[in-house]
T-cell receptor
């Protein structure tokens, strides 16, 4: 079955420290990968995407993610965390060999940045 | 543009009642998605439309759920009869083209459904 795993329910970091939110996937074909963020009582917002090309992609608010095909991972990173980064983060994928366009989402990781 | 608009924001109903959730996508977007979010199962795709036509409804839990898109600016998700296990946040999202080509999904603020 096609799936996305976010192995950590919660990640805690101190402001100013680097952060990593992990994502691994299991899909057929070459994947299309995405990160979305959800703030309390809001819908999800797009952060960044990997479609093809450079394995390191940069997105909104200083976030970046690296596509690693051999490890089937797409971890989200930021060099210096802000308290305002605290939110729920979702990794999502579209299997490369499917004609459909609907994203398959992971369960989400809550990021908590302390001051 | 006002973004994706969902109504109501909150819905509390009793088991057995009919519930209708509404969504207005961003003007010009040709894809519309309905997702359900729960603590246990995360974010699940229920159904999506392309140019008002349902493309994949394999995520619809059972026959109690139905979705329509009568025109490009309106969609409904109906649950009849509702059950307590339907309690969740229901999100509508729209996009201009396919995500596999890099198009973003724009989400509404969701409808918090509580079935007592």
């Amino acid at each position: 079955a096609q799936s996305v795993a976010q192995p950590e329910d919660q990640v805690n970091v101190a402001e100013g420290n680097p952060l990593t939110v992990k994502c691994t996937y299991s899909v057929s074909g070459n994947p299309y990968l995405f990160w979305y963020v959800q703030y309390p009582n809001r819908g999800l917002q797009f952060l960044l995407k990997y479609i093809t090309g450079d394995n390191l992609v940069k997105g909104s608010y200083g976030f970046e993610a690296e596509f690693n095909k051999s490890q089937t991972s797409f971890h989200l990173k930021k060099p210096s965390a802000l308290v305002s980064d605290s939110a729920l983060y979702f990794c999502a994928v579209i299997p490369g060999d499917q004609a459909g366009t609907a994203l398959i989402f992971g369960k989400g990781t809550t990021l908590s940045v302390s001051s | 543009d006002a973004g994706v608009i969902q109504s109501p924001r909150h819905e509390v109903t009793e088991m057995g009642q009919e519930v209708t959730l509404r969504c207005k996508p961003i003007s010009g977007h040709d894809y519309l998605f309905w997702y359900r979010q729960t603590m246990m199962r995360g974010l699940e795709l229920l159904i999506y439309f392309n140019n008002n036509v349902p493309i994949d409804d394999s995520g619809m839990p059972e026959d109690r759920f139905s979705a329509k898109m009568p025109n490009a600016s309106f969609s409904t998700l109906k649950i009849q009869p509702s059950e307590p296990r339907d309690s969740a946040v229901y999100f509508c999202a729209s996009s201009l083209g396919q995500a596999r080509f890099g198009e973003k999904l724009f989400f509404g603020s969701g409808t918090q459904l509580s079935v007592l």
